[in-house]
């Protein structure tokens, strides 16, 4: 059974300037698998994963067909019953850790916080559970950590105590935007070996939000590919590689590698007839 | 005689109670019209190196020269028109209440340079940026765009050096390639020095003709630009980034 | 890999550290008194009013009026004058009033209780009520609850506090007599208050309570509610506005979303997770405000016959009170020096990044 | 009409004119379509035609006096606000008065906030010594009881409303000059400030053009809020005689010399309080739409 | 409501510096020396102007108006319990001279000084004798000792208190050491005073235990403390409030002229106010009554000599009225037709303004143009005072009962010029050269006969009202509001020392 189903998701931002279509009509299924969307800044990658735990905010609105997590209607839940789902059951990695921890509480709060309302448990065992999921995450000195203040972290570390905080409630479906971007190659790996086991383990679903193709080729199952809104390609990952659409292509195509020429890489020639449908 | 030479540089900087040694004992020399990469570690002082060269962060320890003299303190407006520093998040680097227009031609009033019209315009064409551009606020244009603003600021005092700090990294694959191009051709045009930051080898494999791979603030190997694509490192860090690198770039 | 150390450089000794930045604050609070002297002697000098008039009054002599110039050291030069005050400041002695004839350190222990509990009362109510009024516009901008809430802190800064004092006084006290007339206890109690209770720290809530006299204190309260109201209204009025424009900015920060992603409910959303941000630059704003109404509010005051700071400072600069005019500028600076610093230990508290 | 819009509303355009006056243009219907910020300027716009044409506006004479027609109720045909207690026309009065107001609340919404915000960047841009000797000379104006500095101002000046405006202005600046500091420190470490200063600008271009744009929205915001403020405290000096002198018609002067009556007739004090209210009201919507306008990020993409 | 025994009034009392008897000479803190001590002779508080038996029992002077004697009563004592001595009584009086603060010159016209002091004023066994230089109206003499500063001290409680020679002037600025009604429980400066009743007070007790007198500036909030029974009497009322008071059942209103004249001076160094024309027509350009009918309703009365109704020898009569056209004539033969521009000072308080204002809008119509200058009462004093003002808006209120307290100071000045500094001296103050006037003040003071100095006065007014630097205009009326239950107050009228010891409640 799937877990989540999305059938024609919109996004609109009404502004001054007219309307801005941010997402026009993704449709997907998300099993208990590893799902990539990639493309390039601001095809809607971050929107789509916001809109599934409605929260977008003004002046954008959400539309949909169909939007079901586990049998709930996400569209029609009240706003309570969103929250109940919001952190436990789907969470999401924000995509900038530096602005998406709060810089005047210290980190083992803001990671023990959901823990300590939702579960009523002490103190002590909210934070013990903190500091294996921080430790999990490969961060070398948790305590230190649990007690630091945003500011005093780098933008690796962020982006890990952002990964752990996702994780502590043990959710069902992960939202993970760029979760990876700051992070050096040999902790990258180690990250995403962790989310690579929950979903095989526990069976959780994971939307993985990147623009690095490479990437998600390798780790992920399946792939959308956006563009300006749109899925303009769904394919499995390990074909990745061989994906027919031009803009697939091109997105691959652009970037270096280690032993390459040293000529200009090609670049993308964007046909205005991807956007449509 | 090498350009710019850093010569056991070190970096501390008071935080709190503490002492954060950011960079310590690093030495590197970057030849004229050479291309010279940082990769490493996050957190390892990549850009406090370069901050420290603009005077942007303090040198505790050990001394930079340009063309062998030592750096004044502060950084003359000589200084300014020979080096110039690309930020990595494009973002944050222009004023939001400017338009792209007063952003450039911002450092020409500053030197007093005239022509400031015909500059402008030909620097947007330079870095490859429509006209049109040319009175949008930052908030108006995409990160990608931005940060070609941010290097045709730079070299709107046509500088010799310029600093890279991981130009690309916040942009995507396509405007990633289309930034890296015009970084090449421009060097290639104008003869520039580049010192370029980045965390992604592929990218410094692709730029430079050296590189320094760096950790906790120390520099822990140079490699020439084959080394890399030959997997010829010494170092078992250096091995580690390599391999951890192309094993998605084959896969 | 192997890496050479080399010897950091050591960082400075907590101790050194500390007394360093005790230092620095004590200079910087020497140099404000100091320049707050200096500049409340010149304007002491420049007013154009002869203190000499205002204690010999209306029928003195010439010979008289010598007299007292000398006795009062006026004849001196100028920066002996000014000299002779600042050594007496430092050791205590603020002189002595020219209007009540009594050591100005004395007058303003009697006159400086009864404004610091207006003021601080003013100011709770300020904050109790300005910033829910504020946190409420903000999570709903542009309706009609942004909009009262814009009108009743606008007129509160446009309505004049006598306006305030005498329509309340009137309604309050005349029609309903829910609170007391002006005074700090109606005149049944005020022997008591006078004669009986001792007297420990000048405010009369607190010295009736410590006492046990509940019946002065019940009407101490009735009579601080509608002056400390008044007073509070203008800061609900400024905390508010302010509340607002803060709020408004921090909720539209990333790290709210991420408490939503969390599954916060909302209230802890915004009374948590925003307002701690908001309570940065907040706490300067109520800083301020407080230390404004310290100063006395002197038409506040007169209206309800509350013998404070304020009152005392405007009569003494009218009679040309000198001593009482610098007397009582030095307090306020005091005290403002004080909340200055008070709340750069709050601020360093909330934000952690001020180091 | 058509081609000028499109003109103005060119999302590029051609040269700078175009540009600022297009950006002015997105502003105003920014301002437009947000009725409040409308409404205030309506309000603000309304006190400068009653300045300008308060001789053919006002029904009376705002000084001459009519012993016999003392303290008459609002609604007494001929007199729509009452009369004073010297049988003048309030609303005439008001109508005058609003000439002198605006005179001062001009004046102050200038110097004030400008002098504040010049000395509060400085220090915070500049830090160290600097910032220690103007924030203590900062702390010594706002410790100051306001009264005691405006007093004796005037006193080295001499009174009239050009001094007692200047006086206003010197009691504060100080707030404005902490707020605009404590901005500055947070905006003196963003890259676009390395950035300009590793172009060689020197502190009073990064001061000038790059940080204080930066602090204009908060003091916009105060500014408006201290309108009403401004009024009063005018008043206060005017009754202390260092502002506005009798029989000149002011606002505030109109309110404290209604004090008197405020318990039988009512009027006298209140018609000049709701005029200012009315005014400091238009004042902040204006200031909360201006405060939209000056920030180009909210114009949408 | 207010304790029973106790009469609680609100009024201003921050113009109090001194509570001792020698120094107290602002209105409040005479208030006080009234009720708390006695002097030898006093004024009767029911019937203005009569002289009744103080501490002394009887008194006497010489043929030649030189010596005086005062007989003391026996068996009195002061608050502490020591007898009254006639001791005390010469000691009290050679007190304000030796300390010479402002109020001492009232006993010093009569020739006293710190050194001789003790040669003139001589206790002898229970009689005291007091000689003075020359000799003076001896209602006069009389009338000087009825005054505050001659009250009868505790001679051995004060010098116990004594301090650096200071004769217990500092002891008794919180303390009262008299034979009075009442002694001085607390006083806080610029809040309250408390006097309680002494028991055995020779004139019988007090009828009320304690008075409660608190400072409450603002006239609105007395009158509603007054309405509400928070207080007993309101004496700060706004002439509106009282208005506004009018017909409330339990509240009713006291009315009696007060001593001050309300006045415009006109410096004579000013070369158009100089001008004779110009001042006439500056007395026909004020609306005297129209400004007492509405503006000042109930609190001025319109006075056209220097001396208050009340007093020896003041007029009754009332030349001068607004007439603008005869100001506009006047002016025009002063060479002015046009008008001119001048600036009047003014104390910044409401009633003043208003009065100024008033008078600036009736000057305007016959085309002075006026220009107010508000300012701080020491403020505009120091102005008057250095003969720095053009015109000015002041009050005067006597020093003394006796018309020599007025007359020597609107219509007396030896020497006009700068170097003089006779500051005390409004004539002076105001540069007016008041000629012959001076020498008639002189002999006014010193004539032994009641109708020939009543008529001598009269002159003197007549001639100061038409041909002065000065416009006299008001005199003030107290408006005292009490509550219906509360009788006996009485304010003391033109000598402004009110008498609280026959107060009731009832
Ligand atoms: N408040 C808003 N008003 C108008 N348009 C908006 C708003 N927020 C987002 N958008 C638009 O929605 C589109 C999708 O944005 P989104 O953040 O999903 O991009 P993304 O794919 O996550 O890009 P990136 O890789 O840069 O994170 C963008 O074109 C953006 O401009
Ligand atoms: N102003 C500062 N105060 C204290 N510590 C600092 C400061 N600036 C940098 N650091 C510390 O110095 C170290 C090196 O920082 P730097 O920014 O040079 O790293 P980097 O190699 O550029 O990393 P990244 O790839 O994440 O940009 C970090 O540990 C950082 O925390
Ligand atoms: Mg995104
Ligand atoms: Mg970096």
């Excluded at chain 3, 007394?19 to 140099?31: G, Q």
């Excluded at chain 4, 008001?94 to 609340?105: A, E, F, H, N, P």
């Excluded at chain 5, 208190?161 to 500092?170: A, F, I, L, Q, S």
Aim: charged letters at 20%.
């Amino acid at each position: 059974m799937s877990l989540l189903t999305v059938k024609n998701l919109r996004v609109t931002f009404d502004t001054e300037a007219g309307r801005v279509e941010a997402v026009r009509g993704v449709n997907f299924t998300l099993g208990r698998e590893r799902l990539g969307i990639v493309g390039e800044s601001g095809s809607g990658k971050t929107m789509t994963g916001r809109s599934i735990l409605r929260l977008v905010r003004k002046p954008g609105r959400i539309e949909a067909d169909e939007m079901t997590f586990d049998g709930i209607d996400l569209m029609k839940a009240s706003e309570r019953q969103m929250r109940a789902l919001r952190g436990p059951r789907i969470a999401m990695v924000m995509q900038d850790p530096k602005y998406s921890l709060n810089p005047v509480m210290k980190i083992g709060r803001q990671l023990t916080e959901g823990l300590r309302l939702r579960e009523k448990i002490s103190d002590k065992e909210a934070r013990a559970k903190a500091i294996a999921a921080l430790e999990a995450v490969k961060i070398r000195d948790p305590e230190r950590v649990m007690e630091a203040w945003p500011h005093e972290l780098s933008g690796g570390m962020g982006q890990r105590v952002m990964i752990a905080m996702m994780l502590i409630p043990n959710p069902d479906l992960l939202i993970a935007d760029e979760p990876t971007s700051a992070l050096d190659v040999t902790v990258q790996a180690e990250v995403l070996k962790i989310l690579d086991d929950l979903v095989k383990e526990r069976g959780m679903g994971l939307i993985f939000v990147s623009h690095d193709l490479r990437l998600v080729s390798q780790f992920c199952d399946r792939v959308l590919v956006m563009y300006k809104g749109r899925v303009v390609e769904e394919v499995e990952a390990s074909k990745l590689m061989e994906a027919k659409h031009p803009y697939t292509q091109g997105l691959l195509n652009c970037l270096p590698r280690i032993g390459g020429g040293r000529g200009p890489l090609p670049s993308l020639d964007r046909s205005a007839s991807w956007a449509e449908a | 005689m090498a350009l710019i030479e850093v010569k056991n540089l070190s970096v501390f900087f008071e935080a709190g109670d503490r002492i954060v040694q950011a960079v310590k004992d690093v030495s590197l020399s970057v030849d004229a019209k050479e291309s010279y990469g940082l990769v490493g570690e996050s957190g390892s002082g990549k850009s406090t190196i370069l901050r420290a060269i603009c005077g942007l962060a303090p040198i505790s320890r050990g001394e930079i020269l340009i063309d062998g003299k030592p750096l004044e303190t502060p950084r003359g407006r000589a200084f300014t028109r020979r080096v110039q520093m690309v930020f990595q998040d494009p973002y944050a680097s222009i004023h939001p209440r400017h338009t792209i227009d007063r952003t450039l031609s911002e450092p020409l009033a500053i030197h007093g340079i005239g022509n400031t019209d015909a500059r402008v315009v030909q620097a947007l064409k330079d870095v490859g940026l429509p006209e049109s551009f040319r009175f949008r606020y930052p908030h108006q244009l995409s990160g990608g765009q931005r940060q070609r603003v941010a290097i045709a600021r730079a070299l709107m005092l046509e500088p010799e050096i310029l600093l890279l700090d991981e130009p690309t990294s916040a942009l995507d694959a396509s405007v990633q390639a289309e930034t890296l191009n015009l970084l090449n051709r421009l060097r290639e045009e104008r003869g520039l020095t580049f010192l370029m930051v980045s965390h992604d080898l592929a990218v410094v494999d692709h730029m430079c003709e050296r590189v320094l791979v760096m950790q906790h603030g120390r520099a822990v190997e140079e490699m020439e630009h084959g080394a890399l694509a030959n997997a010829s490192m010494k170092t078992d860090y250096a091995r580690m980034l390599y391999e951890a690198s192309a094993d998605r770039m084959l896969g | 890999m192997t890496i050479t150390e080399t010897p950091a450089p050591r960082s400075p000794s907590k101790l050194w550290r500390r007394t360093k930045t005790v230092l620095s604050v004590v200079l910087a609070l020497a140099a404000t008194f100091l320049g707050l002297l200096f500049v409340t002697f010149i304007i002491g000098r420049v007013v154009p009013i002869d203190p000499v008039l205002a204690v010999v009054g209306e029928r003195a002599s010439q010979a008289q009026i010598e007299a007292a110039r000398t006795a009062l050291g006026l004849d001196r030069p100028m920066w002996e004058q000014f000299y002779i005050y600042v050594v007496n400041v430092f050791q205590g002695d603020l002189g002595t009033s020219l209007l009540t004839r009594r050591p100005v350190l004395e007058d303003i222990k009697n006159v400086f209780p009864a404004t610091l509990e207006l003021a601080t009362i003013a100011t709770i109510f300020g904050v109790l009520t300005g910033i829910p009024a504020g946190v409420l516009a903000a999570t709903r901008p542009g309706t009609w609850i942004d909009q009262i809430v814009r009108i009743i802190g606008l007129a509160g800064y446009s309505t004049p506090v006598f306006w305030l004092g005498l329509m309340g006084l009137l309604l309050f006290y005349g029609t309903l007599g829910w609170v007391g007339g002006g005074g700090r206890v109606s005149n049944e109690f005020v022997d008591a208050l006078e004669f009986d209770i001792v007297r420990v720290t000048g405010i009369v809530l607190i010295d009736s309570a410590l006492a046990g006299e509940w019946a002065v204190f019940g009407n101490a309260v009735k009579h601080a509610v509608l002056p400390s109201a008044v007073l509070g209204y203008y800061s609900m009025a400024y905390i508010s506005r302010m509340t607002r424009s803060f709020m408004l900015n921090e909720l539209s920060q990333e790290y709210i979303t991420t408490a939503r992603v969390k599954g916060m409910p909302e209230w802890r959303v915004i009374w948590v997770h925003a307002l701690k941000n908001v309570m940065v630059p907040l706490i300067t704003v109520i800083a301020l405000s407080y230390a404004n109404l310290l100063e006395g509010s002197v038409l506040t005051e007169t209206v309800f016959s509350w013998p404070g700071l304020g009152m005392y400072i405007t009569n003494a600069l009218f009679s040309a009170d000198m001593p009482a005019v610098l007397g009582g500028t030095v307090v306020v600076g005091l005290v403002f020096v004080a909340i200055n610093m008070l709340s750069d230990v709050l601020y360093r508290l909330v934000d952690p990044r001020a180091k | 009409m058509t081609t000028l819009t499109e003109w103005l509303r060119d999302p590029s355009p051609k040269s700078r004119l175009q540009a600022r006056v297009g950006q002015s243009y997105l502003g105003w219907l920014r301002f437009r379509r947000n009725p409040l910020a409308m409404a205030g300027a309506l309000i603000v716009l309304a006190l400068v035609v009653l300045a300008a044409f308060a001789p053919l506006i006002a029904p009376h004479d705002p000084i001459a006096q009519d012993l016999s027609q003392r303290l008459l109720p609002p609604g007494t045909p001929g007199y729509l606000m009452g009369t004073d207690e010297f049988g003048r026309d309030i609303l005439s009065r008001i109508i005058y008065g609003s000439r002198v107001t605006l005179y001062i609340v001009a004046m102050v919404a200038v110097t004030a906030p400008l002098f504040g915000l010049l000395i509060g960047t400085v220090a915070g841009y500049a830090g160290g010594w600097v910032d220690q000797v103007l924030m203590r000379i900062t702390d010594i104006f706002l410790a100051f009881p306001k009264l005691i500095l405006a007093l004796a101002l005037v006193a080295v000046l001499g009174p009239g409303i050009e001094n007692a405006v200047l006086a206003i202005a010197l009691t504060s600046w100080p707030p404005y000059a902490r707020m605009s500091r404590a901005e500055t420190l947070t905006v003196r470490n963003a890259d676009y400030i390395a950035a300009v200063r590793l172009q060689g600008a020197g502190p009073v271009r990064i001061i000038w053009g790059h940080v204080m744009p930066m602090c204009m929205s908060s003091v916009v915001i105060r500014v408006t809020l201290d309108m009403a403020g401004v009024i009063l405290t005018a008043a206060g000096l005017g009754f202390l005689g260092l502002g506005v002198q009798p029989p000149l018609p002011e606002w505030g002067m109109m309110i404290s010399s209604g004090r008197k009556f405020l318990t039988d007739f009512w009027w006298v004090a209140t018609m000049p309080g709701l005029a200012i209210f009315v005014v400091s009201l238009g004042f902040n919507l204006l200031g909360d739409g201006l405060r939209d306008v000056l920030d180009p990020r909210s114009a949408g993409k | 409501a207010t304790p029973a025994d106790t009469l609680v009034i609100a009024d201003k009392i921050d113009d109090i510096v001194s509570l001792d008897p020698a120094e107290a000479f602002e209105f409040s803190g005479v208030n006080i020396v009234n009720n708390t001590y006695d002097s030898l002779i006093e004024l009767d508080p029911n019937k203005p102007g009569e002289l009744i038996p103080g501490l002394a029992e009887s008194w006497d002077v010489s043929e030649d108006g030189l010596t005086f004697t005062f007989k003391m009563k026996e068996g009195i004592t002061f608050a502490s319990g020591n007898p009254v001595r006639a001791e005390d009584a010469a000691w009290s009086l050679q007190r304000v001279i030796k300390l010479n603060k402002t109020p001492a010159f009232v006993l010093a016209q009569f020739g006293f000084t710190p050194e001789n002091v003790e040669e003139m004023i001589k206790a002898d066994g229970n009689t005291v004798t007091i000689k003075l230089a020359k000799p003076f109206a001896p209602s006069m003499f009389y009338n000087c000792l009825t005054a505050g500063l001659a009250a009868i001290v505790d001679k051995e409680t004060v010098m116990a208190n004594e301090v650096n020679g200071d004769m217990g002037n500092e002891w008794l600025k919180n303390n009262s050491a008299g034979t009075g009604a009442y002694v001085l429980r607390s006083f806080k400066p610029q809040d309250s005073y408390v006097l309680d009743r002494r028991e055995g007070y020779w004139r019988g007790d007090a009828k009320l235990k304690r008075v409660r007198v608190n400072h409450i500036p603002e006239s609105a909030t007395q009158r509603l403390q007054l309405e509400k029974g928070d207080i007993d009497i309101a004496r700060g009322l706004s002439n509106t409030d009282v208005a506004g008071l009018e017909g409330a059942a339990d509240v009713k209103i006291e009315t009696a002229p007060k001593g001050y004249i309300y006045y415009i001076a006109a410096n004579q160094k000013n070369e158009i106010l100089k001008k004779p024309e110009v001042m006439d027509a500056l007395r026909w350009a004020v609306d005297y009554k129209g400004i007492t009918e509405t503006v000042l309703k109930g609190q001025m009365m319109v006075q056209q000599g220097f001396l208050p109704a009340g007093y020896l020898g003041s007029l009754d009569e009332t030349p001068y009225s607004l007439d603008v056209a005869k100001a506009k004539e006047l002016l025009a033969a002063a060479g002015y037709p046009d008008g001119f521009e001048v600036t009047m000072t003014v104390r910044n308080d409401q009633l003043r303004m208003e009065m100024a204002q008033a008078i600036q809008n009736t000057l305007g119509q016959a085309g002075i143009k006026v220009t107010l200058k508000p300012g701080a009462g020491a403020e505009v004093l120091g102005d008057y005072r250095a003969r720095n003002h053009e015109l000015t808006l002041q009050s005067w209120g006597p020093d003394y009962p006796d018309p020599h307290t007025n007359a020597s100071t609107f219509a007396w000045n030896p020497d006009n010029a700068d170097e003089a500094k006779l500051t005390g001296v409004l004539a002076w103050r105001n540069a007016w050269d008041p000629g012959e006037l001076t020498a008639a003040v002189d002999a006014a003071v010193v004539e032994r006969d009641t109708e020939k100095r009543k008529a001598m006065y009269e002159d003197m007014q007549r001639k100061f009202r038409d041909d002065s630097g000065f416009v006299p205009m008001f005199q003030e009326i107290a408006q005292t509001a009490l509550r219906a239950n509360v009788s006996g107050f009485h304010t003391g009228g033109t000598i402004d020392s009110a008498t609280y010891w026959y107060t009731e409640k009832n």
